[in-house]
């Protein structure tokens, strides 16, 4: 979902269509018109180019985007929905910031714009989608765009040429182990890719579900800090280990990119990432396309272990047009606009991961079949709720979801990132973190006795 045709499509787009391009003024706010703040990734910006032309032309309702990188975009948006300001009818949310600004009700429910809308399917949304954009009142307050969870990558050519049989259903160690055996089978080529730049969003996105799987969590359902217990311990210093001994040259500064790259180059046999990757990886022009295989993503203690994300619409609470702002959402996550994008901008471009119906698509399957049918597979065994191995307080898999977590998260990210480097020890690395952690911690324990 990090492609470089994203700047290419966006200058386009904002020379020919009615938006409000990077970070300017937003146009009107008459009842045919609606002001969306969104995100620069590929997929928006199909769907910026495609509005005018279909959306507009059916209904009359003129949409003025406001498009920017994801960091501005989420300060933006904070800003913009906090404050209650209605300059905005819709903005790009993920399942992190959904079900906290329906607890803060900055965001509308949609659940009665669902029911006099039969047509949208709800029913049709993948079950784990609508879970993590459900609030604490059991409604659901966002509508995915595109979803993603995790899984593992590897060439299938090098494992065989090894005698190596990836399994189905595969464990850590097993990982492990084959990572070892396939570091060096090329000239340069390392065993495994893993993240390790700093960032809740980038090491600890897959960390975080190695630590589920293992056993561990970052606090309890009571708000106890867990990050340096035996349990949180051990799946950290695997993973560092794992990737010190096995992983990639400058592994403490390799995120998404730097592992999506390592494996089109053929600098890495495997890579445990996003399963959002593998259209990059099956892409026309990927050197590596038709010797990927993709196994789920790897287990110890827990039957599944992939993480969960999806870019969603929420309609702002403040909003006076939310009539209109449904009829966008249901038009840009229905079942009708991916085959819009499929016949209009290609199969490849589609934003799957959310409905079941996209998996039964004859042309997106013709396109995506190396993947389509693990992807699936891996957001519907995807569970927000129940993770790991012990009751959660907040929902969520590859993060916590609470206010703090981002700060928290990226603190502890760093130390992490020097373990991986082999400047400071794994515990020591966590003794922090479990200072920062039990702050957090104390807090809602505060609140929770105070109630």
Not at 150 to 179: C, H, K
Not at 205 to 230: C, E, I, K, M, R
Not at 350 to 360: D, I, N
Request: net charge negative.
């Amino acid at each position: 979902m990090r492609r470089t045709r994203a700047v290419l499509l966006t200058l386009a787009v904002l020379a020919t269509s009615s938006c409000a391009g990077w970070g300017g003024s937003v146009g009107g706010g008459g009842p045919d018109s609606i002001n969306v703040l969104m995100v620069n990734n590929p997929q928006m910006v199909d769907l910026q180019r495609l509005t005018a032309d279909n959306f507009t032309r059916e209904t009359g309702i003129t949409v003025n985007f406001t498009v920017l990188p994801e960091n501005d975009v989420r300060d933006k948006i904070s800003q913009e929905f906090s404050s209650q300001a209605g300059q905005y009818d819709v903005a790009t949310l993920s399942n992190f910031e959904i079900p906290i600004y329906a607890r803060s009700g900055w965001i509308a429910p949609m659940d009665e714009f669902i029911a006099n809308d039969p047509g949208f399917d709800q029913d049709d949304i993948l079950a784990p989608m609508v879970t993590s954009l459900t609030g604490d009142d059991g409604q659901v307050y966002g509508q995915p765009f595109y979803g993603e969870s995790s899984f593992l990558m590897y060439r299938r050519d090098v494992l065989e040429q090894a005698g190596i049989t990836m399994p189905a259903n595969p464990t850590w160690p097993q990982v492990a182990d084959i990572a070892a055996r396939v570091d060096g089978a090329q000239p340069g080529m390392a065993g495994i890719c893993l993240r390790g730049q700093p960032g809740w969003g980038q090491v600890f996105a897959p960390l975080t579900t190695v630590v589920n799987t293992f056993g561990g969590t970052w606090f309890t359902q009571d708000w106890q800090a867990q990050v340096d217990s035996p349990e949180f311990t051990e799946a950290v210093q695997f993973y560092v280990d794992l990737v010190r001994e096995h992983g990639q040259t400058g592994a403490p500064q390799a995120g998404f990119t730097e592992c999506l790259n390592n494996l089109i180059q053929g600098n890495v046999a495997m890579w445990y990432d996003a399963t959002s990757a593998a259209g990059s990886l099956e892409a026309e022009d990927s050197p590596v396309r038709g010797l990927i295989g993709y196994a789920p993503a790897p287990v110890v203690e827990t039957d599944s272990a992939g993480w969960l994300y999806a870019w969603s619409w929420g309609i702002q609470a403040a909003s006076e047009r939310k009539d209109a702002a449904w009829r966008f959402v249901s038009w840009a996550s229905g079942r009708d606009y991916e085959r819009l994008v499929g016949e209009q901008v290609g199969w490849s471009s589609v934003p799957a991961g959310k409905r079941a119906s996209t998996y039964e698509i004859p042309e997106y399957l013709a396109e995506a079949g190396a993947f389509a049918e693990q992807t699936q597979a891996a957001i519907e065994s995807a569970d927000p709720r129940d993770p790991g191995v012990q009751p959660r307080p907040a929902l969520g898999i590859q993060f916590v979801g609470i206010p703090e977590f981002p700060d928290l998260g990226t603190q502890v990210s760093q130390q992490i990132s020097s373990a991986i480097a082999g400047q400071v020890s794994v515990p020591d690395a966590l003794e922090r973190g479990q200072q920062l952690a039990d702050d957090v911690a104390e807090r809602y324990r505060s609140r929770e006795e105070g109630s």
